[in-house]
């Protein structure tokens, strides 16, 4: 009798929760449905600009799986620099030349690819173009492609999870309550907090990069700096969410269950695959989320070499993020108190 009571107050708390019934039950559907959306998407072709290419290769190079764009050798530079482009096809004093865009290897892979295959016999059949890399270079590895992307997705993570627990915390022990009990507004009080746990998410996130760059020797191009800016800025949107979020919930198993439905969703649609091969009806996504910007400035100034003028865009959208989540902070505490 006594299992049978702890049974059934089990499957009614069960039931009560409808949050975690949710998860249960359809958290590890979505899970499989993006999965699935992913790695059954098309086969990535690559785009490949042609600059005064001989008719016979350029009708070998149609018998690939690429897409081919004649194109001036100015406009087909400035395509290959915005990343429009995979590589550039050109014959300089009759020998081919070959410029990839380098920063992906995937991509490099699909067009040497389309050179291996070529066919149509003849001149087309033996074209050996000597290889240029406009970012990265042979030896870029996979890792050094992934790792600015795994870089904000660790910083993200763990931000999230971490300020959202403790500021949970905070309502739990009752110290929310008594703070709230003091002259203090609800933006200052906002605002004390996010500076406070901001301190140790600068340090985590300081230590996350610097570690990635210097001792894991992750692929660097450009300024070690502007990594440190966009971890940081990355850290303040995954703070401020955590915060947020963490007002919904009543513990820390129900904070645990916004991660699959708040963090793994940002992680396929971040840049870890490749979005170009995923429909249009769901690759969508990948524009309202965080880590879709940070890890593209990643990307951009650790593999381009991309400065200031490059990353300023997706900067200035994570900052954007993480004032409407401070907003909506200050909000959510009137359900606490009303000034």
Known sequence: MRVKALTERIIRQFLWDKRTMALLFLAPLLVL????????????RPSIGLVDVPSPIQAALEKSDAHLKTLSAAKANDELKDQKLDAVLKFEQGRPELTLEGSDPTSNRAVLEAFTNLGGGGQAAGVKPVIHYLHGGKSLNNFDNFGPVLLGIFVFFFVFLISGVSFLR????????????????????VTGYFIGFGIFTIIQSALIAAYSVYVLDLWMAGSFWYVLLI????AFVALSLGML?????????????FIPLVIVP???????????????????ISYVTPLYYGADA???????????SGIWGDVGVLALFALVFIA??????RKYRKL
């Open 33 to 44: 449905t993006l999965v699935s959306l992913i790695f059954n998407g098309d086969a990535y």
């Open 170 to 189: 905070e309502r739990t022990n009752g110290t929310l309550e008594r703070v709230l009990a003091s002259p203090l507004r609800r933006g200052e009080l």
């Open 231 to 234: 971890t940081l800025v990355l």
């Open 245 to 257: 979020l963490s007002t919904f919930a009543n513990n820390e198993l129900q904070m645990f269950q």
């Open 266 to 284: 940002q992680v396929f649609f971040s840049g870890l695959f490749k979005l170009e091969t995923i429909s249009d009806w769901v690759s969508w």
């Open 298 to 308: 990643l990307r951009g100034v650790m593999i381009r070499g991309e400065g200031w």
């Open 328 to 333: 909506l902070n200050v909000l959510t505490l």
